[in-house]
């Protein structure tokens, strides 16, 4: 799962990357909070969103936005397992459509659910010529 591998810490042919072993082979095995604990850090989350997208768009352009609405901000370590709601190293915004299926796929990937149950590719694709 290449989707959180943000850090930059390992160059490739085509591109830099990192945190490849822990993403590539999906690493979801992280305990999830009570019901109580990710409803506070969803809220956490709520009252700091908007700094955080105002904060983002000074240094990376405006917030997107799809049909006079703000994409969602994805926490590449989900809040309901211990993800740090208001770590701006862990949010990147993401389109609706592409949220929704994130949302799907990390249940399953905690689940050990295919196709997160078996071991991805070393590299990127584009490293790996795909």
Known sequence: MWLADLTLD?????HN??????ITHCCCDYPPLSPA???AARDRWKGFREKFREDWGKKFGQWPEEAGESWPGHHIRDLKHGGDP???NNIMPA???VHDIF???YPRCYDGLPPWNTVGPDLPYL???R
């Open 10 to 14: 390992w160059e490739g042919t085509t």
């Open 17 to 22: 990357a990192g945190g490849r072993y822990a």
């Open 37 to 39: 604990a990710t409803k």
């Open 86 to 88: 208001v770590d701006p």
């Open 95 to 97: 389109p609706t459509g």
């Open 103 to 105: 949302s799907f796929e």
């Open 127 to 129: 490293d790996n010529g």
